[in-house]
């Protein structure tokens, strides 16, 4: 088989020494690095961290021959073993790459191990014994022979498997439960002392309950083990889903606090993207787009599909939240509100579908600049709006649930690759009517959706408030009264742009009196007369006109919802009769 030993020894010069080890080699063996990880969709270039690669049988240097940015080929004679040595500098703290400092060490297989051509569908053994003194392992992948600390030999199927499989190196906390019957642990490193280990341990356990009776009515869930592997900093969040595990990030102040009952905003994001994560083991792991039935790992594959497999696992994130009895219900709309309001406020919903989106992944979404929020809708936020907008349009008119929708793919693709037309066909088996129809356009579509009739049969309400100041001028801007007003964003068609503010302007002054905040620009103007913008652009000094009584802000058209505000119960006297029980049954389902 395929053997890669990692010696993670090399602490102060943040590298990563590994020697791969092939059985009966190719006369001409290639071998190739992956360009991007699955779950994050940008090109992101691994083997420019790779170095000094050298080949050889026993005793004898091979030749090597550099193929493209990632491929490389060497000359094998006869059947002897080829053993590969090469190094990687990791430095990147983020889940997607690698990672190795003197605190702690982390990877996945896509930043370290080669993969051999023609020999993918063999089993890939991993040998972690040169390790620190002290350090752990903590991974989800097999283990074939490991001491108490998980030091040892472990073994993948294939090397799909491998990459699938991101593993933690060093001194952590280490945490176990039964979810549906099935192992789960929780490794947590850099912790503060005061974190509140066993309530992380049972809201974590309820959440994944949760997740598993709702895909499987027999509550078995399709793996054996699974491990979540949460890395705190001071500040930072992400995370990405693997087939039997997790690697996340949050800022280590976001754990919950022993004698603190309440949660947090802080612990509320960090238990939204524990869900979201586990979601993704079913939503996108499995059941996926049609286009990754077969992962390339050396390009870009493209899907119009990321709308339905994250945007619907942001959905479904929150709501579990309040489905577990984590939060309530006015929680639970304070998080919609706070989605809706973030998609009604960027201009570039009007100019890019979801579906537009999903595809441009690659180039946008991870690349977004001073003009992204003009031109770019995250699939993410949208999407999960898309998801909002189907789950009530079913339950409004008696036509099920999307929860129907989501275990007729599963159970109709068994539980493996899907196209639109299957969810489309999924919607309309369920539904009555042709409310496929509908999805297709707030899919491919720009157009907002109606809202108001969605929201009506809920007992719901758009309960609007006064938009930011930043909002008011069309803009957004980093502000203190240390550093002043700096503009980072110029949203399409508002006040800023009007007067021809631009991304990196330094707001000094308005009418001749100095501000550091925007509210101190605001104060200053008069409403019926011509206002002085004095403004540092490249060092240049620049003045500006503000025109007399300008319209700050839009007026939301019949049937739209201003772009500030928050979701409310109706009054009682106003819902309709069903409204309460239709939510209800939203919310605890």
């Not at 026993?58 to 090597?64: A, K, Y």
């Not at 690697?247 to 947090?264: K, M, T, Y």
């Not at 792991?285 to 942001?314: A, C, M, Q, V």
């Not at 939301?556 to 009769?577: K, Y």
Request: glycine share 8%; charged share 20%; proline share 5%.
């Amino acid at each position: 088989m395929i053997t890669y030993h990692i010696d993670a020894r090399d602490t102060h010069a943040h590298v990563f020494h590994v020697r791969v080890t092939v059985a009966q080699p190719a006369a001409r063996q290639r071998l190739s690095l992956p360009v991007w990880i699955p779950g994050s969709y940008m090109v992101r270039e691994f083997s420019r961290h790779l170095f000094q690669l050298e080949a050889h049988q026993g005793n004898r240097v091979l030749s090597l021959s550099q193929i493209d940015k990632a491929t490389w080929e060497v000359a094998c004679e006869g059947s002897a073993a080829l053993t590969l040595r090469y190094s990687v500098y990791a430095f990147d703290t983020s889940v997607r790459a690698a990672y190795l400092g003197t605190q702690r060490g982390f990877f996945n297989g896509t930043s370290l191990c080669l993969q051999v051509d023609g020999r993918t569908a063999e089993p890939h053994q991993v040998r972690l014994t040169e390790l620190p003194p002290g350090w752990e392992v903590g991974t989800a992948l097999p283990a074939v022979k490991v001491d108490r600390r998980g030091r040892g030999t472990y073994q993948a199927a294939d090397y799909d498997e491998l990459i699938d499989h991101p593993v933690e190196l060093g001194t952590f906390w280490r945490g176990h439960f039964e979810a549906q019957g099935v192992p789960h642990e929780i490794i947590v490193c850099g912790a503060l002392p005061d974190f509140d280990k066993a309530r992380l341990l049972a809201d974590t356990q309820r959440i994944c309950e949760a997740e598993i009776a709702f895909w499987h009515t027999n509550k078995r869930a399709p793996f054996e083990r699974y491990v979540f592997l949460l890395n705190t900093v001071d500040e930072g969040f992400g995370g990405l889903e693997h087939r039997a595990s997790t690697a996340l990030i949050c800022g280590r102040r976001d754990l919950p606090q022993r004698g603190r009952a309440e949660v947090s905003d802080g612990y509320l994001t960090l238990l939204g993207l524990i869900s979201h994560e586990y979601f993704h083991t079913w939503n996108v792991k499995r059941l996926r787009p049609s286009e990754f039935g077969r992962y390339d790992l050396h390009t870009e594959n493209y899907t119009e599909l990321l709308w339905f497999f994250e945007g619907f696992t942001s959905y479904y994130d929150d709501l579990f939240l309040v489905r577990s009895g984590l939060i309530d219900e006015p929680r639970y709309l304070k998080l919609l509100s706070k989605n809706l309001s973030h998609v009604l406020s960027t201009p570039g919903r009007q100019v890019q579908s979801v579906a537009q989106s999903s595809f441009d992944a690659w180039i946008k979404y991870y690349r977004p600049d001073e003009n992204s929020v003009n031109l770019t809708v995250s699939y993410y936020a949208k999407g999960a709006l898309v998801a909002l907008a189907l789950d009530l349009s079913l339950r409004a008119a008696g036509n099920g649930s999307l929860d129907e929708v989501m275990r007729a793919l599963w159970l109709r693709s068994a539980g493996g690759p899907i196209s639109e037309s299957d969810i489309l066909g999924a919607v309309d088996d369920i539904a009555v009517g042709s409310l496929s129809t509908a999805l297709q356009a707030w899919v491919h579509g720009t157009d907002d959706f109606a809202w108001m009739d969605l929201l009506a049969p809920m007992g719901l309400t758009w309960q609007a408030q006064p938009p930011s100041l930043a909002q008011r001028w069309g803009l957004k801007v980093s502000e203190s009264a240390l550093t002043g007003v700096k503009v980072s964003q110029v949203l399409r068609a508002g006040l800023g742009e009007q007067v021809g503010l631009c991304a990196g302007d330094e707001l000094l002054g308005v009418n001749q009196w100095r501000v550091r905040r925007l509210e101190d620009a605001t104060r200053l103007l008069v409403s019926d007369q011509p206002g002085q913008l004095l403004v540092c652009r490249d060092q240049a000094l620049l003045t500006l006109t503000l025109p007399a009584g300008a319209a700050l802000v839009g007026t939301p058209g019949q049937g739209e919802l201003a772009p500030q505000g928050q979701l409310m119960p109706r009054p009682t006297a106003q819902a309709p009769r069903t409204a309460a029980a239709l939510r209800k049954a939203w919310l605890s389902a």
